[in-house]
C-alpha cells in the first residue's frame, strides 16, 4: 500500500484522506465529513435531439450520499432553445438505467434552475432533450453530492 502524503496542518481545519485520489481533502466538522464533491458537466450546440449525453460523459456515484443538488443553466450565449429538459436517469446496481428519467426540470433561454432529487440510487448521470424546432442548445449543469 502507497504511504500516504503528509498534510499541512491549520488550525481549526479539518482534512479527510480520499483513498480514491490518494490525496487529503479539506472538511468540515460534523462528525467529521467532508465538503460535497461538484461534478461539472456542459452540453454544447445540441440540435433538436432527445437523450443526449454531456460532452465528457460522466457516472455520478450517489450509492453513500445524503443530499443531492443539481442545477441547470441555459444562459450561454449562444442557446437559441426556450424548452431544454434536463433529465436525471440511475442505476441500482443491476447495470440497467432508467429508461424514463428519475426527475427532470425544463428550462426556456436564459434560465438558471436547481432541484434536489433524492438519495437512494447507486449512480446517477444527466441527459438533456432540446425540444424547440431549429434551435441549438447549450446546457451547463452543476451536480452537488453531499455525503
Known amino acids: 500500500m ?7 496542518r491549520l488550525a481549526k481545519d479539518v482534512w479527510l484522506y480520499d483513498s480514491e485520489k490518494n490525496e487529503w481533502v479539506k472538511g468540515y466538522r460534523s462528525d467529521v465529513v467532508r465538503l460535497p464533491k461538484v461534478y461539472e458537466l456542459q452540453w454544447t450546440a445540441v440540435g433538436v435531439k ?3 449525453a454531456p460532452d465528457r460523459d460522466e457516472e455520478i456515484d450517489v450509492e453513500k450520499a445524503r443530499d443531492i443538488a443539481i442545477q441547470a443553466d441555459t444562459t450561454h450565449a449562444s442557446n437559441t432553445s426556450s424548452s431544454i429538459d434536463v433529465n436525471v436517469e440511475c442505476e441500482l446496481g443491476n447495470g440497467k438505467w432508467d429508461t424514463i428519467p428519475y426527475a427532470e426540470m425544463n428550462l426556456g433561454d436564459n434560465e438558471i434552475k436547481t432541484m434536489l432529487i433524492s438519495a437512494g440510487p447507486f449512480k446517477i448521470r444527466l441527459r438533456v432533450d432540446n425540444n424547440t424546432a431549429a434551435s441549438t442548445g447549450y446546457v451547463k449543469a452543476t451536480v452537488k453530492v453531499r455525503e
Open 2 to 8: 502507497a504511504e500516504k502524503p503528509q498534510v499541512e
Open 50 to 52: 432527445t437523450d443526449v
